[in-house]
């Protein structure tokens, strides 16, 4: 069995002839709402390229969400990159200011730049060791993780809402959105389209009419997208006809919740409309859900590997012969199985080097903690010498020693410089994007997991997959696996020390390529 790395061909890291710097600074709207700021960003930034010798060639922000890629700073600054090859340095607050999604790592890795997280303490490059890329994507998926948690966040608020028994999203045809006097978005039905839908299933209800008949009906009664004026379709006829919003309840996440809206259709009615919707759906069988179905590819031409079941219960795998014929023979799930557990194996972690880990992650997390602190204890000091400044200065002004217009001048420099304090006070405040916890939690389920493939559930077996591969391809009973990045890193340091789970805690020198280098001076 071969596993590849993970590795794309790259163009080797050009030579730098000067230290011309890329400044990246980022927030989104929702984190410039809560006192993030870019001029803060930019100011540590470039102070921090003064203190390296290092010149700004251009700068470059972002003011959106980076859950999507396709950000317009961004962008630039990759197309920049690309164009100028003497430019080889990046400058970024942390991690999650330059990118919280896997694509955007991946550009910035293909483009071989030498990038510097300053709030972290970290320079990452080609030239890094194996441990240090490793951290730093794990922290690019914990970046990810946020954004995911903040999905999370909002699906709790909507499942909250329909708790409370209110409809969570937008209207369905038949009702509008409307804000309640107590401020809480509510449906009412719509003057319009209410009465309509009321009929469509008192119609439906009489098993005289198609579905086609009943949409032809419907569009001569006037039913029609409220802002397009266009036909609705049989299919969102059909849709609605299954919704049981319309009953005054309703169906939310796979659970059905009592509405305190205006129902337009009874109880009665709706269950003998769906019970004439069962009598003429066509039901299909259900295909069985295979493990490998999608992720395995043939090595001999490319195309997918599909499975079907033989004899009612053995589950073979073969190339769908897209491309013409395939002389690659039927495999059995079973020989997958055998290989994906002994690929993945490769990722489990000995106990000593998780510890070693975790410490390393404590020690960085106490570190930037500690600057934060300084960044505010140094802000409140200045903060309270500002205040006397500005006490004195209205002294004077009432003492008659300048006047109202010097005065205002003075008191409004001082306050802006207030004003910049606090901001920087409150980005220094600010915590971690996660808890470090969660981080070494996140390494130790990959590597419980990996070690376990074998045993877990064929969904399980699947999603960890999904997670760590980048792309399998199986040949003459050979499968080749490439690992996602940091997956990647964390196989290729654990198949370079060549471990012994159980002699590891005796000899950590076996490790010593997952330390990073401490000659190195990450700023």
């Not at 303490?121 to 948690?149: P, W």
């Not at 930037?368 to 002004?397: G, I």
Request: hydrophobic share 35%.
């Amino acid at each position: 069995m071969q596993i590849g790395n993970g590795k794309r061909n790259r163009p080797a890291l050009p030579k730098k002839t000067s230290n011309l710097a890329i400044l990246y600074a980022r927030v989104s709207s929702k984190e410039q709402e809560q006192g993030y700021s870019i001029p803060a960003q930019q100011e540590l930034l470039r102070g921090y390229a003064a203190r390296q010798g290092m010149t700004i060639e251009q700068e470059f922000i972002d003011i959106e969400s980076a859950k999507s890629t396709g950000r317009t700073g961004f962008a630039s600054m990759v197309r920049l990159l690309q164009q100028r090859p003497e430019c080889r340095i990046v400058l970024v607050e942390k991690t999650d200011r330059l990118y919280r999604n896997l694509k955007d790592y991946l550009i910035m890795d293909d483009l071989n730049v030498e990038i510097h997280m300053v709030k972290e303490n970290e320079v990452l490059s080609r030239s890094s060791r194996s441990a240090q890329k490793f951290m730093h994507g794990i922290r690019v998926l914990m970046a990810k993780n946020y954004i995911d948690n903040l999905s999370e966040e909002v699906k709790k608020g909507l499942h909250m809402k329909a708790a409370q028994r209110l409809w969570p999203s937008f209207a369905p045809p038949g009702y509008c959105n409307v804000v309640a006097e107590d401020g809480k978005r509510i449906i009412v039905p719509d003057p319009v389209l209410g009465p309509i839908v009321a009929r469509l299933f008192e119609w439906f209800s009489t098993g005289e009419y198609s579905l086609k008949t009943l949409a032809k009906k419907a569009y001569q009664e006037g039913f029609r997208f409220r802002k397009s004026g266009n036909k609705v379709p049989i299919a969102t006829l059909h849709k609605i006809l299954r919704k049981r919003i319309y009953t005054g309840n309703f169906d939310y996440a796979g659970v059905t919740y009592r509405g305190s809206h205006e129902p337009l259709v009874s109880h009665g009615t709706w269950e003998l409309v769906q019970q004439i919707l069962n009598g003429r759906k066509r039901v299909r069988k259900s295909k069985s859900s295979f493990v490998y179905s999608g992720l395995v590819r043939c090595g001999h031409c490319g195309c997918s590997l599909v499975a079907e079941v033989k004899k009612g219960k053995y589950i073979y795998y073969h190339c769908t012969g897209y491309r013409g014929k395939c002389g690659e023979p039927y495999t059995k799930e079973e020989l997958l199985d055998r290989h994906f557990a002994s690929a993945v194996r490769e990722l489990v972690i000995p106990d000593a080097v998780l510890e070693w880990l975790t410490d390393e992650v404590v020690k960085s997390s106490q570190t930037e903690s500690a600057t934060r602190a300084q960044v505010q204890r140094r802000s409140e000091a200045e903060l309270a010498r500002l205040m006397e400044r500005l006490e004195l200065l209205y002294e004077d002004r009432l003492d008659g020693r300048i006047d109202a217009r010097t005065y205002d001048a003075k008191a409004a420099q001082i306050t802006r410089q207030q004003q910049s304090l606090r901001t920087k006070s409150s980005d220094a405040g600010i915590t971690e994007m996660a808890p470090v916890s969660e981080a070494v939690k996140f390494l130790g389920a990959v590597s419980v997991a990996s070690a376990s493939f074998p045993d877990l559930e064929s969904t399980k077996r699947r999603e960890l997959l999904c997670l760590l591969a980048e792309g399998s391809d199986w040949k003459s009973g050979e499968l080749r696996m490439s690992f996602k990045r940091p997956f990647a890193d964390l196989r290729l340091s654990n198949s370079t020390r060549g471990f012994v789970s159980s002699s590891l805690a005796e000899n950590k020198t076996q490790f010593d390529n997952w330390r990073r280098d401490r000659d190195s001076n990450p700023g």
